[in-house]
Every structure is written in C-alpha cells, then in structure tokens.
C-alpha cells in the first residue's frame, strides 16, 4: 500500500504495474528493503518485540540482478541477521522461469533469509514445484481462510493444505483471519500462524510502533514491499 498525499491510501495494483512499466520497479524495490530495515532497527534500538520482518517480491524485484547485493548491504548496514527477514513469492513469480527461480531462491537462502509462497492456492494446480523450491512457509490463500468454520469445502483444502505443508517440512501461515471462529478452526487443525485483521488492520508507523509495544515478545510481523 501506499499513502499519498493528496490521493490517501492506494492499493498495491493501482501503481505498482504504472512502476514496473516504467522501470521503477528495481529502485522502489531497493528503496522499500533499505527502509523496512531502517525501521526494523529502530524497533530494536528502542526496546520494542523482536520480530521478523516480511516483504513481498514482484516479479520484476525479484529478477533484479542487484537483489541479494541489496539485501546483503542492507543487512550489514542496520547490524541485523539475515534470520530478522523473510521474502514472500506468489506462484506467478515462481513459475516464471523455474530454474532461474530455483537459482535466486538458493542466493537468497544463502544469506539466511527465509522464503514463503504467498497466496498459496490460487495460482498453479501443479503441487510439483513445492518439493523443488526451497521455501520455509505457505501462506494459504484468504480465500480458502474466510468463513473456513462454517465452508466445508474451505475446510477440506484448509485441512489438506496444513497436512501438505507439514508434511514437507514447512511452516502454515492462514491469512484473511478474521473471526475467532475461522482463528479457531485453523488452530484445532494445526496451522502455526494467523494473519488477518482479527488482529489489526494495516497501521501507519506511529500507530505501528504503539501495537507492537503493547504486544508480547513473540510476534510474526508481515508487511509488503508494495507500498
């Protein structure tokens, strides 16, 4: 997301394709992970929980050959590891160009960022790649989340999907949770983590700093590197 100044809050899609058009993609994406790590500092400095923080790539960020140069410096820069840093992929960007994808996955795992798919469940039906890439976390598709308690069907992907992932090694993260209802349903079926605005909507940065002050230690912070 991004506030605008005269326009307020403006949805990832209305600009970001305006951005990787006009090739501003890369220096956004760079700009995004500098500052996210800035602020990621700060949080430290001023005694606030350690999280981890999480950072959407487009496709075209992720194939900017300056990306792990970026994420390396900026790392070293704001004295924070690597662990404190997580990218999330859709199926789109993965299934682009699989090898490359395999390539730039490992780059990154090699500075010990962590990886997840996002939205998991609403683009490829091939479920062949997930043995391929080495990811750490699905996230499953709000879609599949929302009402979960009371759509048997939802519920049967939900259940499948949280037995795949775990299955393989990988952490479930269930986004769109917003009714206790739906938040119970995802912990009786063993899902490690929840998203969603059952726990807060998206908040500017003072208001940010207040939340996570007010939160215990053991927090999963999830951003986005669309605004």
Excluded at 63 to 76: C, G, R
Excluded at 148 to 173: F, K, Q, T, W, Y
Aim: overall charge negative; some cysteine; hydrophobic content about 45%.
């Amino acid at each position: 997301r991004w506030q605008h100044p005269q326009r307020g809050l403006l949805a990832p899609d209305l600009f970001v394709p305006l951005c990787e058009s006009s090739g501003l993609i890369a220096a956004m994406g760079q700009w995004v992970i500098e500052r996210a790590l800035a602020d990621l500092a700060a949080w430290d400095a001023a005694g606030l929980p350690r999280v981890r923080l999480a950072l959407n790539l487009s496709l075209a960020q992720f194939h900017d050959p300056e990306l792990v140069k970026t994420v390396s410096s900026a790392l070293a820069r704001h004295a924070l590891t690597a662990d404190r840093l997580e990218f999330e992929l859709t199926e789109t960007v993965l299934m682009h160009d699989q090898d490359e994808a395999v390539a730039l996955m490992l780059r990154l795992r090699s500075l010990g960022v962590s990886l997840s798919v996002d939205d998991f469940g609403t683009g490829y039906s091939s479920l062949a790649y997930l043995k391929r890439f080495p990811v750490q976390k699905l996230k499953i598709d709000k879609s599949f989340v929302m009402g979960v308690a009371d759509d048997p069907d939802s519920a049967i992907i939900c259940r499948s999907v949280i037995g795949l992932g775990h299955n393989l090694g990988m952490e479930l993260v269930a986004e769109g949770v917003e009714r206790k209802a739906d938040l119970a349903f995802i912990q009786r079926h063993g899902c490690d983590w929840a998203q969603g605005f059952h726990y807060s909507a998206a908040l500017p940065m003072p208001e940010l700093r207040q939340w996570l002050a007010s939160r215990s230690p053991a927090l999963e912070l999830s951003t986005t590197s669309r605004g």
